[in-house]
């Protein structure tokens, strides 16, 4: 079995994994887009493919004003008492730690709630809400038969270290009732920020995987053990058990918050979470990713890595490049597609009210953070591009329609077609400038004719150039401009705001003078280019 990291390629962080007999699932976080959690298949550790998004109705999430990066943060997946376990975060408020370098009082919103399901791809139950004390909440079932939630605890005060610890409380799993007092069982290593708990039970010991150092290039797999589920926990004695913040020569960076599987042969893995940082600009454009990680449990009751860290080992292209052709034709939006915050796609586009298109409703601009027609899907490949065909008839000025390359509410390269005040059909790019800058510009406007017009997008790494073309047969007409891809990136921010998720390529309507004018779009392709080893 040949493993090439990351076994999920791009935005696929935090992830949690399980395995019920043959069947491995690893569930990962969503964050504003809808629906809620992404959770993948495997029977090998090295094939995966997309199996569920269980939070899909508004009684389960509703993330409309919900800012940028946040929404559902680090799920966590079980299987108990004949049941998946799905534990989740809604992310209301992301209140800055510190303004101006001065460390001030840091509020934020995390709930945290439980559905279950007897199947992965069955319907999965109404949330109960559990607590809001912190966030990446998971469960633990112990031996006794009782279930216990774990959770990291923020701690909002400016003497305080914002990372308050680990605490667990018992849940009771017919209910989903919290049970006694909640206990601090683990308050971190030197290395603070500690999140990501997740517990296991083995030879008596009871074993804390938690994340620490911060989700960037100082992040670690920390590992601390005790006799008692409520501690005192021993940190293990090599340190982290995983980390790349010595090894700014790893392939795989930022590694960190990670989960345990043990295969039926008695194998231990570890899931994790990375970025692959691009040479040129070290900035990770598919966010971050999932990983996995052979381990082995030393004669002394300690986990240490069971083969090289951090490399991605096998042939290139054992994760074929994804070559994909949606033509529409079906009531469905293709499963690789998402939009943003809102439990109301039916506001934003339709597959039926024009057969063989995908309508999109002009609703709020581009950015907005409530309903936004925004139909997208991850970028997965330094290299790739995407096409479409759009029919679009703007009227004026505020009408605008076509293809998006986008990060969040103030990071998007969007060429689209809309009118000016003559009411002639131009198409421009309104385009993200580079951070600390400002907002957006707007491209020199290129006028074209009536009728359906097919837009093209191509990204190598940092560089993007946008096409266009009427006629099927016709040549492309390249923009003069090319556009910085790495502008989509976590690392590409005003300090202190959150930036969590990866790019996405994908197809946007907006019609700021309330009118809804729709736009049809005929297909979507999105075409990968092999990734040269490293
Ligand atoms: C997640 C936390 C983290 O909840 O980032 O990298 C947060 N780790 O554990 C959002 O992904």
Redesign the pocket.
Known sequence: MTIRNPILRGFN??PSIVRVGGDYYIAT?TFEWFPGVQIHHSRDLANWSLAARPLCRASQLDMRGNPDSCGV??SDLSHAHGRFHLIY?DVKRYGRTTVDGAKGVSLRDFHNYWVWSDRIDGEWSDPVHLNSSG??PALFHDDDGRSWLLNMLWDHRPDRKRFGGIVAQEIDLTTGRMIGERRVIFEGTPLGFT??PHLYKRNGWYHLLV?EGG?ERG?AVVMARARSLFGPYEAHPDGPVLTARDRPDAALQRT??GDLVETPEGETWLAY?CGRPLPASDRCVLG?ETAIQPMLWGGDDWLRPAAPQLEVPGPAGATPPIEARDAFTGPDLPMAFQWLRTPRPERLFSLTERAGHLRLYGRETIGSLFEQALVARRQQAFRYHAETSVEFVPEHFQQAAGLVCYYNSTKFHFLHLTADDAGRRLLQVLSVLPIGEGATTLSAPIYVDDGPIALRVEVDHEAMRFGFRSAADAAWQWLGETFDASLLSDEATLPGLPN?TGGFVGIACQDMSGGGLAADFRYFDYVEQDEPSR
């Open positions: 962080p935090d976080s943060w680090a975060t966030f990446d999140e990501g994340a989700t992040h960190g918050h979470l971050r969590f």
